[in-house]
């Protein structure tokens, strides 16, 4: 049997349903590998030793989760960050967007919606000073960002891992499975998410909306464009924004909307609003990300 054992850090628990969503399949997983120690559905306090496959869900915010993390990697054979909070820092990385005392205080002395109270000094484990990704304290030996991982990814990935196989891994964009058409139409507007009504069947960027599909690693069926809603980018970057030093997920859609509208690229970048949020959303914890030439997230963060 192979031994598996699955650590959440700072997240919401949402890869860990994603998990359970494999439903019926996941009987299948069962009968070659035995959850050894997984603490959002049982009682386990310590992480045994003698795991084969790790999978470690959320970001790392806090000295525990550091420590959590580091003896899970001491005691896995293969460490798999699963989630894109652990590939990039995901949504939990936007508090970098505040230093720790400004997080602090809201959430308790300056909370509009709670009573005031004091900052907790004990038990509670101590803020770093900004949020990192998995691969920033110890070696990752696979990544499968979403938020959370579609089921069908999951099952393609953990099955063949299990028997010892390699998993076949989508490499394309969300644009690449959008069936809505691109096309080039002038306009002198970008448009925020919550104004007007998009055209059905029509790309979100020839409306002058901003949508992160072409940036986005796409293993989700593009669910939320074929929706009608323009892409997040909660799947991270796109392989070849990974791969090109000089490719960002700002620069790249600021240059795809100034193609499709002919608006000049400075005209683009005067009317993009909320950089932080819109663009950097589910990645700006992330080191790969903040080091390159071209972003924006070192102006943005606060250490």
Do not use: W
């Amino acid at each position: 049997m192979v031994n598996i054992a699955i650590e959440t850090l700072a997240s919401c628990d949402g890869c860990e349903v994603s998990i359970l969503d494999l439903h019926e399949d996941l009987l299948k997983l069962l009968e070659k590998a035995d959850i050894v120690s997984a603490p959002v559905i049982m009682d386990i306090k310590e992480i045994p030793d003698n795991v084969d496959i790790a999978i470690v869900t959320g970001s790392v915010r806090n000295k525990e989760n550091k420590e959590r993390l580091e003896e899970l990697r001491e005691k896995s054979k293969v460490l798999i960050a699963y989630g894109t909070c652990a590939c990039y820092g995901g949504i939990t990385g936007m508090a970098d967007l505040y230093t720790p005392e400004e997080v602090m205080s809201r959430s308790f002395t300056d909370n509009p919606s709670t009573e005031p109270a004091e900052l907790p000094n004990e038990v509670v484990p101590e803020l770093l000073s900004i949020v990192h990704p998995a691969a920033d304290f110890t070696q990752i030996d696979g990544f499968i960002p979403g938020c959370p991982p579609k089921e069908q990814l999951t099952h393609d990935i953990l099955i063949p891992l299990i028997n010892n196989e390699a998993p076949d891994v989508p490499k394309k964009s969300v644009c690449a499975d959008c069936h809505r058409e691109m096309e080039h139409v002038e306009f002198d507007k970008i448009q925020r998410r919550i104004e007007g009504d998009p055209e059905q069947g029509k790309c979100f960027l020839s409306q002058g909306y901003v949508c992160l599909g072409s940036v986005t690693l796409g293993r989700c069926g593009a669910l939320c464009t074929e929706a009608g809603v323009a892409c997040h980018g909660c799947g991270g970057p796109s392989l070849d924004v990974l791969r090109e030093p000089s490719h960002d997920i700002y620069n790249g859609v600021i240059k795809r909307i100034s193609h499709l509208s002919k608006m000049p690229e400075k005209e683009v970048e005067k009317q993009m609003y909320d950089i932080g949020h819109i663009m950097y959303g589910f990645v700006i914890g992330s080191t790969i990300m903040e080091e390159k030439q071209v972003s924006m997230i070192p102006q943005l963060v606060k250490k």
